[in-house]
């Protein structure tokens, strides 16, 4: 091998492999940066929370400020209603919000100072939360209460309370891992549970403790009113259906799904990584097509030596693997480098973003690696197809 | 591989001519194992290209090669460099050398991957053909004769049951031309190769079973 390498290495242009491997490492880093950046930042947009699917949409009704006043609720659900949303084409299931009928109140203490307040409780039915059972059951025994929190709830907290009064800001981790007091009063009791968060949601702008609990719960501490249904959960086969908005507004029913802004984002995100990509390939395919070039005009500087190598009794493969391993040592070089460029980039852009996303994906660059890898992968099985076959060639009875 | 044959073979330039008298183009022959054999031809009867025709250089020719039973022309690449291993060696007339490499680089190139001979029978034959001086110089700077003989020294660095000579000699005087004879006939007996040898004037001085005139 040292031998032929001797031989072969003749006419190899630096300039040129070095002009190859600028470029197809700027190619290559420009389109890992930007699976990378996309795989980062588009969960935190496309609001996919592991908690609900895309494949839901939460109905409500208006309120009507005249009726509202005269302490009627207007923004009320009949049977009638729900019945019909549920026979519609484009529905797989409706399940109705159960709103607290009682007072709840939390405190949570954070060292020496502590934050309560009075809130609420509400619930859907427990197959629309993808939420371990063992994690979202409740036991009257234990008194512990799981609960989802909206993530926004926590974005309010940390960004605008906590640093106006002082208070340490809490990360999804710490929450999850901590638990608060809670006392639910109503019916003439007044008792203590713990709360402890299960989840955290973007999509559902509300509270959410079991449907078990909450019907434990109303029994327990209520008064007595009777169930009042004022927010749908409907399960729709395609969210993109046009039908769905049509039913909606003929029928002139609010949805609440802040999904919309973010997939409008979602798309620009799209595009743009798209471009960048678009244009990391061009290079990338400018660069082996300069590669291309130069290995041709080598092969063919060098024909006479491949041809004799192929009259000693060289195998054309033989006769082709020195070129081959240049071509994907070069490529691997540049994969390597390319990496350790992403990781040192994506180090700088997420410390940038951190707190303006509270939550980037933590997903590691092992996915852009692969991609990188079958990305290097397919040049080097480009360059070894173009080299075996113009020695091929080469080798071939005149 | 124990015959060489050729029927009817002429090359595609001379296939409208009707005035060729040849013992090989336009009939049948046999080359056998064992047996050595001389070609002779004027310049431009097509003696290099029976080379090239028979070493699978070149295909331009009518008529049929067989090796054994096998007509050559169906052979691809991966079988002729299993055949230019260990079948048949060749002494090109124009060597193909490469000049870059020194002459012990041009003889181990051959050697590396057919790891027939040792490296003390390669130093005797650089000793006995008196290039043992040139083992580390560039090809490109040493005399045609001198490149003849390294050229010879490479063709002998496999096993072969033919071994194509052409023109060994038109570089060397006729003592060079003895050893390299000696050296020949020696490894062609251990061998039981058949020895196929052109020439246009002088030839290697040697008994030939046959002596064919293209």
């Known amino acids: ?398 | 591989m124990k015959y060489i044959t050729l029927n009817d073979v002429v090359p595609e330039i001379f296939a409208q001519r009707e005035d060729l008298r040849s013992d090989i183009w336009h009939s049948s022959t046999v080359f056998e194992k064992g047996r050595t054999y001389l070609v002779e031809a004027a310049s431009g009867q097509g003696k290099s290209s029976l080379c090239s025709y028979l070493y699978g250089q070149r295909g331009d020719y009518r008529g049929t090669i067989l090796f054994d039973d096998d007509d050559i022309s169906r052979f691809g690449t991966e079988d002729w460099s299993r055949i230019r291993r260990s079948h048949l060696s060749i002494l090109f007339q124009e060597m193909r050398l490469f000049p870059e490499l020194t002459a012990m680089e041009n003889v181990r190139i051959k050697n590396q991957i057919t790891r027939t001979q040792s490296r003390e029978t390669i130093e005797r034959w650089f000793d006995a053909l008196g290039i043992a001086d040139k083992r580390n110089t560039p090809v490109a700077k040493m005399s045609y004769g001198q490149q003849q003989r390294v050229a010879l020294i490479r063709a002998l660095c496999q096993p072969f049951d033919f071994l194509l000579l052409d023109e060994p000699i038109s570089h060397l005087d006729e003592r060079n031309g003895d050893i390299m004879r000696d050296i020949i006939l020696s490894e062609a007996r251990r061998l039981g190769a058949g020895i196929i040898a052109t020439s246009i004037g002088r030839h290697l001085n040697m008994e030939y079973d046959k002596v064919l005139s293209l």
């Open chain 1, 1 to 398: 091998m040292k031998l032929i390498w001797k031989l072969l290495r003749r006419h190899i242009s630096v300039g040129q492999l070095a002009g190859f491997f600028i470029a197809n490492l700027v190619g290559v880093v420009i389109i890992l940066c930007g699976i990378q950046i996309y795989l980062d930042i588009e969960p935190t947009l496309s609001g996919k929370d592991g908690l609900i699917g895309n494949d839901y949409i939460i109905v409500s009704k208006p309120i009507k400020q005249l009726g509202s006043l005269m302490g009627k609720n207007t923004a009320q659900f009949s049977e009638e209603e729900i019945a019909d949303i549920a026979a519609q084409p484009f529905a797989e299931s409706v399940g109705a919000f159960k709103a607290s009928q009682y007072g709840v109140y939390a405190r949570l203490n954070t060292g020496s100072k502590s934050v309560s307040t009075d809130m609420f409780f509400e619930s859907v039915p427990d197959r629309y939360i993808d939420v371990d059972v063992e994690q979202w059951a409740f036991d009257p025994e234990s008194q512990t209460i799981p609960i989802i929190v909206p993530r926004n709830y926590l974005n309010l907290y940390n960004f605008g309370f906590a640093q106006a009064q002082g208070l340490p800001q809490l990360s999804e981790g710490i929450l999850e891992s901590i638990s608060f007091d809670i006392t639910l009063y109503g019916n003439y009791r007044r008792e203590q549970f713990k709360g402890r968060v299960a989840g955290f949601s973007n999509r559902l702008n509300t509270i959410l403790v079991p449907m078990s609990f909450m019907e434990w719960a109303n029994d327990r501490y209520a008064t007595g009113q009777a169930d009042i249904t004022s927010r749908l959960i409907v399960e729709v086969a395609n969210p993109a259906d046009e039908s769905i908005n049509a039913y909606l507004q003929q029928k002139g029913y609010d949805v609440e799904n802040n999904s919309s802004d973010n997939s409008k984002i979602g798309f620009l995100l799209k595009l743009i990584v798209s471009i960048i990509v678009a244009i990391g390939a061009i290079i990338s395919i400018l660069a082996i097509y300069i590669l291309t070039l130069s290995i041709y005009l080598l092969l063919q500087k060098n024909t006479e030596k491949l041809e004799n190598l192929v009259l000693l009794g060289y195998t054309p493969r033989r006769v082709a693997a020195p070129y081959i391993i240049l071509t994907a040592s070069l490529n691997v070089v540049i994969l390597a480098i390319s990496i350790v460029i992403v990781y040192v980039v994506r180090g700088v852009y997420t410390a940038r973003i951190a707190t303006a996303l509270a939550d980037i994906a933590d997903g590691g660059i092992a996915f852009t690696a692969v991609a990188g890898i079958i990305i290097t992968a397919a040049i080097i099985a480009f360059n070894s197809f173009v080299i075996q076959r113009k020695i091929n060639v080469i080798s071939r009875k005149k």
